[in-house]
């Protein structure tokens, strides 16, 4: 039987993997750290004794990747959220607070409804959407939707920020428009949100490494790859420091790494070289808060943070696009979101005990010429393939787009 060996486990070498071995394939998969899940994990935070995520995650019923991945690692209610399509917001600055609730259907009534829509919006502002079905490559989300007005505060910049962790004025249209079509306009049924019942490792990480063992898959921690030696267009060995693997005739590599140490190991491999930061915080309360309307998450309008999130006596923020933020002290930061929480919750001022997370290289960064940079699933290698939330999946990098693009290395590497 032909092996693949895969490098790199987080969301798109994990998703590689199951792929292959749900096909029959083996697989051997070699993670440089001493864990999998990449950016998308979880773990046990001594400060705040109890089990955070590295990062928060909101997802949609429609991430059809992400949702085929989770069933096939038989994980599907790993996700909570809403029974019907929700996304709550508050204004910190006024206490103002409202919903979207997109109908069942694609015919999107919702928007007649003001109850339904951003308030302070008619109906014909909502058009200016259809501008990046047609947007070309060098647009970006302001060039179609403009900078001003209450609809661009409330819904345009949230949901590119969120989606691109790009600044609205420097983000890709062209990817914006994906999330649109596969989400929002395919009704209620394809966008209530969800997000990890317990935590990103019980959800995405260690379901999928049950059942790669279940399998058969070889999974070795601690392997980071130096150089992948060829001959003519092919790998043939895989060097990992003292130690090296034969890449044997009719076998294959699939590159789930980050762009530069793919850059690194295959000559003349165009990548994106610009990243964006995110900032997480999380807050341990003295107690379980709950936010309103029983959704587990809330957008947030005019402060720090973009998005609340709550399980049980945990508070997380995140914020996105947060180069500045992200150069700032923790204690700093910290102050500056916990305003935004209590804002949210109704508590008070004291600063509880609190992680901050900064991933200075959360994504690439999203713009026209970065995403120009993105190379294809196949590289200069007749038997390398590359997967990663960075590569040209036509969506943004996020867990979506990194799962996708582990399932485009997986049948590009069946197809062979």
């Not at 051997?28 to 899940?37: K, P, S, V």
């Not at 773990?43 to 991945?69: E, F, P, Q, V, W």
């Not at 502002?125 to 001003?148: E, H, I, K, M, Q």
């Not at 399932?407 to 197809?415: C, D, I, L």
Request: glycine fraction near 10%; charge should be positive; charged fraction near 20%.
């Amino acid at each position: 039987m032909s092996r693949t060996h895969i490098v790199g486990a987080g969301l798109a070498g994990l998703a590689a993997a199951v792929s292959l071995v749900r096909a029959g394939r083996a697989v051997t998969l070699h993670e440089a750290g001493g864990r999998a899940g990449g950016r998308c994990r979880s773990y046990l935070d001594a400060r705040l004794d109890c089990l955070i995520d590295n990062g928060n995650h909101l997802l949609l019923s429609g991430n059809r990747s992400a949702m085929r991945y989770l069933a096939d690692i038989e994980a599907v209610d790993a996700l909570v959220g809403p029974a019907s399509a929700c996304f709550p917001f508050l204004d910190v600055r006024t206490g103002r607070r409202w919903s979207l609730r997109p109908n069942a259907g694609r015919l999107p009534w919702w928007l007649l409804r003001s109850e339904r829509r951003v308030p302070g919006t008619r109906v014909r502002n909502y058009l200016s959407g259809l501008r990046f079905a047609v947007a070309g490559p060098d647009r970006t989300v302001t060039d179609c939707v403009g900078d001003r007005g209450v609809l661009f505060e409330r819904f345009w910049e949230p949901l590119a920020v969120a989606a691109l962790n790009t600044p609205a004025e420097s983000g890709a249209s062209c990817l914006l428009w994906p999330v649109l079509r596969e989400t929002f306009a395919r009704g209620a049924a394809a966008c209530r949100p969800r997000i990890a019942r317990f935590g990103l490792s019980h959800a995405f990480v260690d379901p999928a490494l049950e059942l790669l063992g279940r399998r058969g898959a070889a999974v070795r921690f601690g392997r980071r790859l130096r150089r992948i030696a060829c001959a003519g267009p092919s790998a043939t060995r895989l060097h990992f420091g003292s130690e090296s693997v034969a890449v044997r005739e009719g076998e294959s590599v699939i590159l789930a790494v980050p762009p530069a140490a793919a850059a690194a190991l295959v000559p003349s491999l165009t990548v994106p070289r610009e990243s964006n930061a995110i900032v997480n915080a999380h807050f341990r309360l003295s107690e379980p808060a709950r936010l309103p309307a029983d959704t587990p998450f809330l957008g947030l309008i005019g402060g720090t943070a973009q998005w609340l999130f709550v399980r049980g006596d945990v508070a997380s923020i995140t914020v996105s696009a947060a180069g500045a933020l992200a150069a700032e002290p923790a204690e700093t930061i910290a102050g500056k979101t916990w305003n935004d929480v209590a804002t949210a919750l109704d508590l008070g001022r004291d600063l509880p005990p609190y992680r901050v997370v900064k991933e200075r290289r959360a994504t690439f960064a999203q713009t026209p010429g970065e995403v120009r940079r993105r190379p294809k699933t196949r590289c200069g290698l007749a038997n390398v393939y590359l997967a990663g939330d960075w590569i040209d999946t036509g969506l943004p990098a996020t867990i979506e787009g990194a799962i996708r693009s582990g399932h485009m290395a997986a049948r590009a590497v069946a197809g062979e």
